[in-house]
């Protein structure tokens, strides 16, 4: 037997790195995973807990998470298994019967799905959940294995708590909310139909009622034979009990409730008798149709639907679909947590934010913010290397979000199209910072010419115009002295009072902007568009002569100025003295002259950097400060006061690696995997398999601490400067180059990568113990120029690349 691979007192992960093992359920926070396609998703935790939504989880909340509650992660998508000779009873997903004694538990999460697996009572017990490839629903497949010697005779109970829309609603108005609500059991679909019978779908706080009807019918149903139901959750739980000893399980009857208002539940009784050593293989299967269906059964297709073989085959399609999906990026380098988190969780992880965005978990519950413009252009960096398609359908939408002078939105909601302007000062510059990247994945030169109509406006303009004037918006908005008024906030979210009246400035605002500017260079030079070519050179080389008169602080750059002139982000200071953001991105726009960009990150290494990443400012602020803003009013040493924000200290490895630092940028990007941030567990508490937000810094008592896993700019820009810069498969316009950025250590590495319709494969080899630098290059054994190539010149779909260092 091979050792567990990175494991921890909870968990391991599979030989072949696809699924991640917890083999205690007892964690020190529920571990996540998400299940979704186009039209149906939800998370699921290694207790079966999370909830399940379609479109977005604000306005088309499918069913219940209760927030802040104790215990955690209730309610969840729950079959209990009942004894019928003894009486006992308990859950395949551990909760909610946390409490019975369990001879075996293990839970795997893998790409789309959960499995879990019990034993109790020497019952055996599997149960996998997942959302089909794309099917409107989800499918919990269940097997039960009888271990005893005698025939065992068991009743189910598989139930869920529904909410079926506005899921903030539900919050702040559940006892009017529960007027509209029907549950009842439709015996040709053997199925429970559920719906409600109005949609809230503002979020405003408001007494005005809107008049519109939830547009689905949601069906719940098993493939065992039915033999009892509950659509009302209090006569199925019971006066003064929970969803951990339902009345209707102990007592062995359902009482077929059906209801028009109260708290709905979807709940079903099945019976199974097990001889000795024989299993049962059924499944739960819940979808929703809309109304508009005349057939809705056969829109579910819900007769094959109904079928266990129908369902394996599924998930058969869905494992695939990840097969595929990962494919598209494959690396071997002597490094094992490197190509572990290269191969799987990282791309996986960026699958995730692509589509949940920073909304759809269980740190972001998804009630509050949509999908950020500033997220959306990032997030595609993953999912584009392997689903154009997607991306560019999703840039096309997120554009119409951007009003005619450039500025845009800062988040919208998908179902509702409406959004909120908040004039953070960077958000409109992703735009082409996420075109431009889309691009060099593509080449698809084809969406410039698109056209898509401005925000609130009848005017419309091409894709190109809009990137442009996303940029020239930002110039338009340069104080007096040339640096961006920073608004009310940047990629900083809570510098939000620096600059309200419009003259407070944003230095790493600066180098963002230069950096676009140089970033959408080589697509001017190719549009032929002479007059931006000459508009945004010239802002450029004003841009570096503008910080670096006004913005240098003696050691590094300063991160602000304040409406009143004063800056923010200086030696001088008490607290918030140096802030990541200016000293990496002061390297990674190019503004930053060597010596003092040497300087700046040589600051950053003092100051900043910690055993598990890098420190987003230093010392956190302790006093609030008014016109900094709400960084100042946030504990010190969590969140974006002080803590290691993994998307920014992420840049700070960017950084290292374009100064040529390239040891310690490796050495930093190896320490930020989670696989090695996690190692303390029981400090650490969030999931190891994937990057969290933040973790806590010395400044708080908890240092070490993970929160608000999942859905991180992280993910993608780990993803992305691991194989772009360290393993440096860089892409741009005119094709991709090979730029390795190593540890002087690896003699030899791997990579294979889909690119523009070919397969890249590519090897490495570093016979002198370099950093960088490619002296040799063949391809398909022609010796050729280390440089930029250009895949469509090439005949074949493999292109097999040895280049030596
Ligand atoms: C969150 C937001 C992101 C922001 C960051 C720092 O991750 O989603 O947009 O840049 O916090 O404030």
Same mark, same amino acid.
């Given at each position: ?85 003894? &009486?006992?009873?308990? %859950? +395949? ?6 409490? $019975?004694?369990?001879?075996?538990? #293990? =839970? ?119 033999? &009892?139901?509950?659509? %009302? +959750? ?6 003064? $009990?929970?969803?951990?000893?339902? #009345? =209707? ?557």
């Amino acid at each position: 037997m091979p050792a567990p691979l990175f494991p921890t007192k909870y968990s391991h992960f599979s030989d072949d790195l696809r699924e991640f093992v917890i083999t205690d359920p007892r964690t020190p926070r529920p571990w996540f995973n998400y299940m979704w396609n186009d039209r149906y998703a939800g998370l699921i935790s290694h207790t079966g807990g999370g909830f399940s939504f379609a479109e977005t989880p604000r306005d088309n909340r499918l069913t219940r998470m209760r927030y802040n509650c104790l215990p955690w992660d209730r309610p969840g998508r729950y079959v209990l298994v009942k004894d019928t000779e003894s &009486g006992k009873y308990w %859950s +395949l997903s551990w909760a909610p019967t946390i409490d $019975r004694t369990y001879t075996a538990y #293990e =839970c795997r999460h893998g790409q789309g799905y959960t499995k879990i697996k019990t034993e109790v009572e020497e019952i055996a017990g599997e149960i996998t959940y997942f959302v089909p490839v794309d099917y409107p629903g989800e499918v919990w497949r269940i097997r039960l294995t009888n271990r005893s010697a005698r025939p065992r005779s068991l009743q189910l109970y598989a139930f869920v708590e529904l909410m079926m829309g506005n899921a903030l609603n539900d919050i702040i108005n559940q006892p009017n909310d529960k007027h509209f609500t029907d549950v009842h059991f439709d015996p040709t679909a053997q199925a429970l139909r559920c719906t409600r019978r109005y949609w809230v779908l503002n979020k405003k706080v408001s007494v005005s009622q809107p008049n519109l009807e939830w547009p689905y019918h949601l069906y719940f149903t098993m493939t065992t034979p039915i033999t &009892g139901f509950d659509g %009302s +959750l209090d006569a199925f739980i019971g006066r003064w $009990r929970s969803e951990a000893n339902p #009345e =209707c399980v102990e007592s062995g009857k359902m009482k077929n409730t059906e209801i028009t208002a109260g708290d709905p539940v979807a709940a079903l009784q099945s019976e199974v008798t097990l001889p000795p050593g024989a299993s049962v293989d059924l499944a739960v299967l819940m979808a929703i149709a809309p109304k508009t269906e005349t057939d809705p059964l056969s829109y579910l297709n819900w007769k094959a639907m109904r079928n266990v073989e129908t369902l394996d085959d599924e998930f058969q399609r869905l494992r695939n679909k990840w097969d595929d999906y990962l494919r598209a990026v494959k690396v071997q380098t002597p490094d094992a947590d490197v190509n572990a988190m290269l191969n799987v969780w990282n791309p996986y992880q960026a699958a995730v934010t692509f589509d949940m965005a920073r909304n759809s978990g269980y740190y972001h519950g998804g009630l509050l913010f949509g999908t950020g413009i500033r997220d959306q252009f990032q997030d595609i960096l993953g999912t584009v290397i392997v689903e154009s398609n997607r991306v560019r359908a999703r840039l096309l939408n997120a554009l119409r979000y951007q009003f005619r002078d450039g500025s845009t939105l800062h988040n919208f909601f998908k179902l509702a199209d409406t959004g909120e302007k908040t004039n953070h000062s960077d958000t409109p510059l992703w735009i082409p910072f996420g075109i431009m990247e889309y691009l060099n994945e593509t080449g698809d030169h084809g969406i410039l010419d698109e056209v898509v109509a401005y925000h609130q406006s009848d005017e419309t303009g091409t894709v190109y115009e809009h990137l442009v004037r996303a940029i020239d918006y930002a110039l338009a908005n340069l104080t007096d002295r040339g640096i961006p008024k920073i608004w009310n906030g940047d990629w900083n979210d809570t510098l939000d009072k620096i600059g309200p009246e419009g003259k407070g400035e944003t230095v790493w605002g600066a180098f963002f902007l230069a950096y676009n500017l140089r970033k959408v260079m080589p697509l001017l030079r190719l549009r032929r568009d002479v007059q931006a070519q000459e508009r945004f050179a010239a802002a450029y080389e004003q841009l570096r002569t503008n910080v670096n008169k006004h913005c240098w602080d003696g050691d590094w750059y300063i991160r602000a100025f304040r409406d009143d002139g004063t800056p923010v982000g200086v030696a001088a200071h008490d607290q918030g003295n140096i802030f990541i953001n200016a000293q990496t991105w002061c390297v990674i726009s190019g503004l930053a002259p060597k010596e003092r960009g040497d300087k700046a990150l040589e600051s950053l290494k003092k100051l900043l950097v910690r055993p598990k990443g890098v420190q987003i400012c230093w010392p956190s602020y302790t006093r609030v400060e008014e016109n900094v803003g709400l960084i100042s009013r946030c504990v010190p040493g969590k969140k974006e006061n002080g803590a290691i924000f993994n998307h920014a200290s992420s840049w700070a490895v960017l950084s290292l690696l374009l100064n040529g630092d390239i040891e310690t940028g490796c050495d930093i990007y190896k320490r930020m995997l989670p696989l090695n941030s996690a190692k303390d567990i029981d400090r650490y508490e969030v999931e190891p398999y994937v990057f969290a937000e933040y973790i806590t810094s010395p400044d708080h008592p908890t240092e070490g601490q993970a929160s608000h896993s999942w859905l991180t700019g992280t993910a993608v820009w780990m993803f992305r400067i691991g194989l772009d810069h360290i393993l440096g498969l860089r892409t741009e316009l005119a094709g991709i180059s090979i730029d390795p950025h190593i540890p002087a250590a690896w003699k030899e590495y791997r990579v294979e990568r889909r690119f523009r319709g070919k397969r890249l494969m590519v090897h490495v080899m570093n016979p002198k113990g370099k950093n960088s630098g490619i002296t040799r290059m063949t391809i398909n054994g022609v010796e050729v120029s280390p440089g930029i190539i250009d895949v469509g010149s090439f005949a074949g779909d493999v292109l097999q690349i040895e280049a030596t260092m």
